[in-house]
């Protein structure tokens, strides 16, 4: 129906019909705004979603971390975060690193927001850690944010030298100490 209306004040330049138009389309996105599920205020810590003026920063920088309030705090469900193209140096030889950073975990009342999460790994490019160091250094990170259930992150890296290193870290409140342990024990790899 917009589509007409705004078709038929093209054709006649009827300025009435066009003032007519204009407040339909902008009651239309006030009811279309209204129905978001987030609020401003639900969504007053999310600066860099949407930010066309977005910094890449090439040294470590757990400040970019953004988070937003988990609606169902009820829930124990999980999230997974999958970056398929982390970087890091190495400490000693400063070539780079690459591998895969899987984070799982459990909220509680704050969520991390992907894009900062984005930039926080992005942040890690030049910074000389071992494989270990850095998924740890992540876990603790996204544990001092967030306060999760139960967090999880996984480290894949690319061989170098010939092997892989593959790091696990975990974090649980006191609710979810068997499965830290289950899922500690469960990262042992014998393939």
Not at 161 to 174: Q, R
Request: glycine share 6%; net charge negative; aromatic share 10%.
């Amino acid at each position: 129906m917009q589509r007409d209306l705004l078709w038929i004040s093209c054709l006649t330049g009827d300025l009435e019909l066009q003032c007519g138009i204009f407040l339909l389309l902008l009651q239309s996105e006030n009811k279309y705004n209204s129905n978001m599920s987030r609020n401003e205020k639900e969504l007053a810590g999310v600066t860099l979603l949407g930010n066309q003026g977005t910094t890449y920063e090439f040294d470590y920088r757990p400040d970019v971390l953004e988070t937003f309030e988990n609606k169902h705090p009820e829930n124990d469900y999980v999230v997974t975060l999958d970056c398929p193209e982390f970087t890091s140096l190495c400490p000693k030889t400063g070539q780079p690193d690459f591998g895969r950073i899987i984070i799982n975990y459990i909220p509680r009342v704050r969520m991390v927001e992907s894009k900062s999460l984005k930039l926080y790994l992005f942040s890690f490019r030049n910074h000389g850690d071992f494989h270990e160091d850095c998924v740890n250094i992540i876990m603790k990170d996204l544990v001092k944010l967030m306060d999760p259930k139960y967090l999880e992150v996984i480290g894949l890296f690319n061989p170098r030298g010939g092997i892989s290193i593959k790091p696990f870290a975990n974090y649980g409140d006191s609710d979810h100490q068997d499965m830290v342990r289950q899922r500690l024990i469960s990262n042992f790899h014998n393939d």
